[in-house]
């Protein structure tokens, strides 16, 4: 290890115990308890999705550990027009179906919908892009 890499080790640890130190005078102090309370609740569906996405991405890494190996790494994809056409519908489908139930749960469609429905689009159009590129 060298001098810069201790330095910044020693930098980081110092700035996460001022920040625990923040967070818990914040909360103990400013009586903040039910609003942490409720935050701990709100992010538990968050909890849950990283946690299946940690043991998907621990499952994926063993078996391309394991394809190198086995100089068995590239996968070949067979699509045909059909397999577009549906992923067409998926990437369109979607955001409309988040907007649909917006408006079914607020009789309304709200400046956050539209963000997250703008948010699945583009994350589903860079990825089908980047998947229909290399064919």
């Known amino acids: 290890m060298t001098g810069k890499d201790l330095i910044i080790d020693f930098v980081t640890y110092v700035v996460g ?3 625990f130190a923040f967070v818990i ?6 009586d903040r308890f039910d609003a942490f309370k409720n935050f701990f609740i709100s992010i538990i569906p968050l909890a849950i999705f990283a946690l299946i996405a940690v043991v998907i991405v621990n499952i994926r890494k063993r078996d391309i550990k394991k394809k190198k190996d086995d100089s068995n790494y590239e996968i070949t994809l ?10 067409d519908i998926v990437f369109t489908g979607l955001p ?14 709200q400046r956050d919908d539209v963000i997250q429905a703008l948010v699945v689009f583009a994350i589903l159009y860079f990825y089908f892009k980047s998947l229909y590129s290399k064919v």
């Open 25 to 30: 005078f914040f909360i103990i102090l400013g």
């Open 78 to 87: 067979f699509l045909n027009y059909g397999d577009r056409l549906t992923s």
């Open 17 to 19: 115990l001022l920040f």
């Open 96 to 109: 409309l179906i988040i907007l649909i139930i917006g408006f079914l749960t607020k009789f309304s469609i």
